[in-house]
């Protein structure tokens, strides 16, 4: 495994993405751009689609931010069975702060936040009636890029320290040269960055188009994001009404068979937010993303295989549990693999329409509201009759919902969130141990002292 360790405070001018004229995000970029050369209104459109790119990486939603949270849940789900010691070490919660896969999560997600301020910075320069969609896009990376930090690097929301636990870095601001004292920030409060994220997708919401082009954040990826960000505080008015704006847009529907929301060439018909993958720009297709280590063998590498728990969470007639594949990883462990990465250069999924359901029910039988005038019960059969489960007869319970969040989320990096939201075990550990999150990579603490590592490493 290629070991690249990037210091995000330290560089004299960041090289942004520049795509090809035919400005699709899927296109393989062709030129680079730094920041004095940002002169036009396409050459900030330029830059925002670098800020996709980072989203694509496998630092990102290629892989990392999906297969880390599971590594962390493992329990009924993952088992990692590959030789990259760094991936065991997440799972079995020994990391330690040189961990590769810590360095690397932080270091993209800091690229894709410098882009996005970067973008803000510049709004002026773009054509006025591009303006709004285009500084929404650049809110909507930050906010979303934030949200996947804290909850990494950050203990859980639910904890009620969120004012004096630590988060990680906010920083607002592009880093055009390098300055030892404004580029050394120290973490802020996991209060403050959620506070942050709320700031940054609701001005997004304001900003974004009901549906934009190329596969580009729109209005309800923002919404759909800030659900998720409430339903982690608890908030679950809030949660159930963003998640009942995005189910009653009329932009989504449920495919009509589980399968079909996977392993597809563009966005299908349930995906609010997806990463786009081709063959000339891709997470990885050899030693790293999300296929990769899903995949077994000769596809893939197969290190990362379904845990035999998690087939017990199933009744006989639900397809869910039935989505897998047998096969064997590049180390000779026979085992099982979930169908949902089992093709190259399809889309990632990162937000679904499915999940807008058990969201809006969950938080309306939690909050003991009726946003959307709809029960949980009939959300989460909504969500079961198209994975042919049995449906429930009676009211569902809140322990219920996560078990269908599970079924229905498995793989795709929500059960560490659920677990810790609900201050519920998490694979034999406490909700809030320290274990649960990763530690601030060594190589920034070692360049800026204001840097205060987690505890217990």
Sequence with gaps: MKKLLITIFIFPAIFFIMPSCNKKLEVLPQNSLTPDQIKTSSDVEAVLFGGY????NYGAFGEQFILVPDLLAADSQVNWVGTYPEYKDIEFKRAISTNYVAGTIWANAYKAIDIANTVIDKINIVDTADQ??????????????YFELVGIYGKPYSDGNAATNLGVPLVLLPTYAYDSVKNKPARASVADIYKQIISDLTTAVSKLPSSNANFRADVYSAKAILSRVYLNMQDYVNAATQANDVINSGNFSLNPSYDKAFNNNANSSEDIFAIQQTTQSNAGTSNQGIVTFYAPQPLGRGDAQIDDGYFTFFDSLDFRGKFVTAGT???GFDGNYPNKWSQFYKTIPV????????TRGEANLLSNGNIGSVAPIDDINIVRKRANAIAFTSA???ADFVDERFRELGFEG??????????LNVDGYNYDDGKLILPIPQTEIDVNKNLVQNDGY
């Design 53 to 56: 790119e980072t989203l694509q």
């Design 132 to 145: 709004a969609t285009i500084q929404g896009e650049a809110l909507f990376i930050r906010g979303t890029v």
């Design 329 to 331: 990883s590049i180390s």
């Design 351 to 358: 937000v679904r329409l499915a999940e807008m359901y058990l």
């Design 396 to 398: 569902p319970t809140s």
């Design 414 to 423: 929500d059960r560490v969130w659920t677990l810790k939201r609900l201050k």
